[in-house]
């Protein structure tokens, strides 16, 4: 449930919850205050005062009903006498003037201590300041036979109801304010509550994640914005926590790299610095073994060279500091020239080279043709450091559908283990770690094939069994057309 529409609920029920608590507690207190007030034989509660208002009202009506149709009667004092009990028992009394002269006065009246007359009583509720009771007061005009008129003056002593009336309003009151209060109270300590300890938990993980400890997951079990700022959080941790093991990881890299180059470089240098040595020493002392010394020395260089060259590619291509020239290029054609031309190579002999294809058409895709050729360079120089058959063969081959291309080069060398093959595209990576001149390099030529691939939209990946030999796999987007002299 979202913030808002939990927001909106406690709204509601603030302003429902205290309602429905009020009408109980005012229904209590009436109750409660207004018990048989007027005695009347147990009745208890609401119903007993409204049922007394209802009697009076009842017998009044009767009252006056019997002044419209028999005036003569209120000249009666036994009925008079005898209607004013039954009124008495209803706490109201009668008062009866006959040419606005008092006939008849109910007992009930005169014990009342009026402080004026009754014609100045005005009916309607009324109050005596002095005595803090109420009246009730109701007048009806009657006409006797004679011609003389008369009134009827109902006077109803309420003092009960508003005394208890004095105690009861300011508890109500009280209630309201309590209901409100505590209702409100309750309501914004659930809704506080269920933000401030998911917010309690964010501030302790930034604490943790202050401190270096990105260990710690932050689980928030919500499905509202909370809930998506604590999945924030955990996804920052996630990305901190992989950010800082990368940075780990690069720095044993660059470690392991300062140390292998180190190594490399130091080797042909030791080399250049033995033949000078010997050059020197006047070891050289023939034509035959000067010429021997300038070769190895030329060697050594070559091989700096070399892997500076390596290392220069591979920090550019690492960097995105390399522009891809990417162009329409037949991928079949390329393939196909590539091991013409490798076949003179000096270092193929005795190597069968071939290349195969089922395409019979030109196979065309975007790439970039100076830096697919590196990536022949390095896959075909990496499998000719581990030939170890009598007969060495290297299989390119070219597979086609209607989205890329896939090269497969393939030797039947050494092979790689199942665990060395999940590395050998990481930079710096050998699987013989003991860099021996026979398999020497930085471990960057695949990683460099990687980085290529990868940067013409394509993918690489390797198979291999041990003692069975390595394949490896790459693949280039195909396009739809070429132009004719493209791949030449």
Not at 30 to 48: E, I, V
Not at 88 to 96: D, P, S, W
Not at 318 to 338: K, V
Not at 388 to 407: C, G, N, P, W, Y
Request: charged share 25%; glycine share 6%.
């Amino acid at each position: 449930m979202s913030i808002k529409k939990r927001l909106l609920l406690s709204y509601i029920a603030m302003t429902f919850i205290p309602i429905v608590l009020f009408a109980l507690i005012a229904t209590a207190l009436f109750s409660a205050f207004y018990t048989d007030m007027a005695g009347t034989g147990g009745r208890k509660g609401m119903p007993a005062f409204w049922e007394e208002s209802a009697q009076r009202r009842d017998l009044i009506a009767g009252v006056k009903f019997m002044a419209q149709t028999e005036p003569e009667r209120f000249m009666d004092r036994d009925f008079l006498k005898k209607t004013d009990e039954q009124l008495n028992r209803l706490q109201t009394g009668l008062v009866v003037l006959n040419n606005n002269r008092v006939s008849y006065t109910s007992p009930f009246v005169e014990n009342l201590e009026l402080k004026q007359p009754i014609q100045e009583m005005k009916t309607s509720w009324t109050q005596n300041r002095r005595e803090k009771s109420r009246f009730s007061v109701e007048k009806y005009d009657i006409a006797f036979s004679d011609g003389t008129s008369g009134t009827v003056y109902f006077v109803s002593d309420l003092k009960s109801f508003f005394a208890e009336a004095r105690k009861f309003f300011p508890l109500l009151f009280l209630s309201l304010l309590l209901v409100i209060g505590l209702t409100n109270g309750f309501l914004t300590y659930l809704v506080s509550r269920s933000f401030i300890q998911p917010l309690y938990m964010l501030k302790k993980a930034a604490n943790h994640f202050k401190e270096g400890n990105l260990d710690h997951e932050v689980k928030l079990k919500r499905k509202d914005e909370i809930g998506e700022l604590g999945a924030a959080f955990e996804e920052m941790r996630a990305r901190l926590h992989e950010s800082i093991h990368l940075q780990l990881q690069y720095e044993e890299n660059r470690k392991e790299l300062i140390s292998n180059i180190s190594h490399d470089l130091k080797t042909p240098i030791t080399g250049i610095k033995a033949c000078v040595q010997g050059i020197q020493d006047g070891i050289v002392d023939t034509a035959a073994k000067q010429d021997k010394y300038m070769k190895m020395i030329a060697k050594k260089a070559e091989d700096m060279d070399v892997l500076i060259d390596e290392l220069m590619l591979y920090s550019k291509l690492d960097l995105n500091r390399m522009p891809f020239h990417l162009e329409p290029l037949d991928i079949r054609s390329f393939l196909r020239d590539y091991v013409e031309e490798l076949r003179i190579d000096p270092r193929m002999k005795g190597i069968k080279l071939t290349f195969s294809t089922s395409n019979d058409n030109p196979v065309p895709v975007m790439a970039d043709r100076e830096k697919l050729s590196r990536v022949m360079v390095n896959i075909i120089g990496n499998s000719l450091k581990y030939m170890d058959k009598q007969e060495m063969e290297i299989l390119v081959e070219l597979f086609a559908d209607e989205e890329k291309a896939t090269v497969h080069i393939r030797d039947n060398g050494l092979g790689i283990d199942s665990e060395a093959q999940q590395h050998i595209f990481d930079r710096f990576y050998r699987a013989d770690p003991s860099r021996n001149t026979e398999t020497g390099g930085s471990g960057l030529g695949l990683a460099i094939v990687k980085q290529i691939v990868e940067g013409q939209g394509g993918t690489v990946w390797v198979e291999s069994q041990l003692g069975e030999g390595t394949g490896i796999y790459f693949t280039l987007m195909r396009v739809k057309t070429i132009e004719t002299n493209s791949d030449h």
